[in-house]
């Protein structure tokens, strides 16, 4: 009995006898595993899948298996690539994991701002936890934009300076919204084409789609302009949708869904025609115009009449509370009226999804994210199983959201398919996903760079992330502050809680902006200032803070504080190109 501690000391030395140390084990290897490569070739049982220095370095039945290598024997397991989210808004760190958690190693990003970049940097790093990113340049709009903060172009000669300017400050694409006139979004298109960097986004409501094909629209978001383009009536709507412009450049804020759109949608899917289906998708098909029709987020709108299958959804949990009080089902079924219609255009949306798949169109898996009930990771896996709804297969399905995506990015040599030399971005899954799509979610580990993030240390992001979730806002407490007493008493407290319980409040900055611009909304600007001068103490190093109390002095007509807060802004952040722009408008020196 004495002799067994030192026979297992034997044994562990006997089978690793140089073994370096666990921690420095650079390899990684996954045995008997059934590989779903994503190349549309069959699941192939039995593998081996050999990771060093964050890459795939092996793939086969009878490989090499480095000495130091850690073995995870996945019999009985189904190993995908790492899954990407190509329509994805999000600018909030702390619940990052989301992504990775669910599998999503990379994300589009449809509306850059400079913590996606630092993310980017921040991750090369190592500092940071993030998928990988593309990212979009600021949205731009036309001369009433939809979205306050976006960019707004009124000529061609701002349209191309757009352009430039999103070129100049690295952005991977340009993102273009609805309300563009016809003649600056030509010169989009065209100045996108000189400069050598892609545009995608809204077809905007001025353009049909074959119009943006043919100018190069790399990709299509939420079919805006298909079943239009489908119809035998397209000439009429054409003109509907041009008066809904018209009546968008006089409004205060324009509407997604003008009058003549809303009243045409009974005729916009009565005049469907396969055959003007047909050759639009060849259109699309041979100018390589992508679509990512975010089925998650359709879905939301034709089902708001159900508010009940949303606001149950067990995964709200995860989902930070000042982004869910704005998901209000009512309000958005108010929006878009009539639901038990919108069904029905959801189902029409979906056939069509179908077709484009037939016909040859690329499509790209992507969710909306941050827009109501599509949630960061989870939404993905969603977004996959409307679209075998629709009629794709399980594999198709897969491939939007790896393969496609690193094709439309130009990144298959490091994305997209379970090969060698590839990135090892990896999901291991206790299900056949080709059986059913579902089991995308049955999620095993997560292999992102290299790294596996086995299933304990994936719940445990998640539930660190649920309980961040779970604290109490401090926008909401300082307002009902300043709604019962005054700002001074919201300012003291704030100072109390924030030394004596630092961790019992989420105190992010999007608490302060939140509030801040809440107050604003409300007139009550000199208190906005004192909301937005607490940002800024708590995050000096954040350009937004600095740009929003600019933004308030401005509305008080203080123009000198103005610009010294919007020149702060830029010291802090070179590339934020909304300070630019107000200190153009304030004729600062
Ligand atoms: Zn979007």
Redesign the pocket.
């Known amino acids: 009995m004495k002799l067994r501690p030192l026979l297992v000391a034997f044994l562990l030395f006997a089978v690793i006898p140089q073994a370096k140390p666990h921690a420095n084990s650079s390899a990684l290897a996954l045995t008997h595993v059934t590989v779903i490569d994503a190349t549309g070739a069959p699941a192939q049982p039995n593998m081996n899948v050999v990771i060093a220095n964050g890459r795939i370095a092996a793939i086969g039945e009878r490989v090499h298996i480095p000495e130091d290598a850690e073995i995870i024997d996945a019999t009985g397991k189904f190993l995908i690539p790492g899954l990407w989210d190509m ?1 994805v ?1 999000w600018g909030d760190t702390d619940y990052l994991p989301l992504f990775l958690a669910n599998g999503v190693t990379g994300i589009r990003i ?2 850059g701002s400079p913590i996606n970049y630092e993310w980017r940097k921040q991750s090369a790093a190592g500092e940071l936890l993030a998928p990988h990113l593309v990212i979009a340049s600021p949205i731009i709009d036309g001369p009433n934009p939809f979205w306050p903060g976006s960019i707004s172009v009124s000529t061609e000669a701002q349209a191309r300076a757009a352009v430039d300017q999103a070129k100049q400050r690295g952005a991977d694409f340009v993102k273009i919204l609805s309300f563009l006139p016809r003649e600056e979004y030509f010169a989009i298109a065209d100045e996108a084409k000189k400069q050598s960097i892609s545009f995608a986004g809204h077809v905007p409501i001025a353009v049909t789609a074959e119009e943006a094909s043919n100018a190069g629209q790399k990709s299509f ?1 939420h079919l805006l302009g298909i079943l239009p383009a489908c119809s035998t009536r397209s000439a009429e709507l054409a003109e509907g949708a041009r008066a809904d412009l018209a009546d968008d450049l006089a409004a205060p804020r324009p509407a997604f869904w003008g009058a003549h759109t809303k009243a045409s949608r009974q005729l916009l899917l009565d005049s469907y025609s396969p055959e003007k289906a047909a050759a639009l998708f060849a259109i699309l098909k041979k100018n390589g115009t992508w679509q990512c029709p ?1 089925l998650t987020l359709l879905r939301v709108t034709a089902f708001a009449e159900d508010p009940s299958s949303f606001t149950n959804d067990p995964r709200l949990k995860y989902i930070p509370p000042r982004m869910k009080t704005g998901w209000n089902p009512p309000g958005i079924a108010q929006d878009y009226g009539d639901s038990a219609f919108a069904a029905k255009e959801f189902q029409k949306d979906l056939e069509v999804v179908g077709a484009m798949q037939k016909a040859g169109v690329g499509i790209l898996a992507g969710t ?1 994210t941050s ?1 109501p009930y599509c949630m960061p990771g989870f939404s993905l896996h969603d977004e996959l199983g409307l679209l075998v709804k629709a009629g794709l297969t399980p594999m198709e399905a897969l491939q939007t959201a790896t393969l496609n995506p690193a094709r439309f990015s130009g990144s298959e040599k490091d994305f997209g398919t379970i090969e060698t030399g590839k990135v090892a971005d990896l999901v291991l899954l206790d299900a056949n996903p080709l059986d059913d799509i579902a089991n995308t979610k049955k999620i095993n580990s997560v292999i992102y760079g290299g790294k596996l993030f086995p299933r304990a240390e994936l719940d445990h992001m998640l539930a660190q992330v649920e309980a961040l979730a779970a604290r109490p806002l401090i926008g909401n407490v300082l307002m009902k502050t300043i709604q019962e007493k005054n700002i001074a008493a919201a300012v003291a407290q704030y100072h109390d809680l924030k030394s004596n319980q630092p961790n019992g409040y989420d105190f992010s900055e999007q608490e302060f902006i939140g509030l801040g611009y809440g107050l604003l909304h409300m007139k009550k600007t000199p208190e906005a200032i004192e909301i937005f001068k607490l940002s800024v103490e708590a995050y000096p190093e954040s350009y937004n803070t600095w740009d929003s109390l600019a933004e308030a002095y401005m509305d008080h007509g203080d123009k000198e504080l103005a610009i010294q807060n919007y020149k702060k802004s830029l010291e802090v952040d070179p590339k934020n190109a909304n300070a630019v722009n107000k200190l153009k408008q304030l004729n600062a020196p």
């Open positions: 329509h808004h449809m509306w978001e975010t909306d827009n």
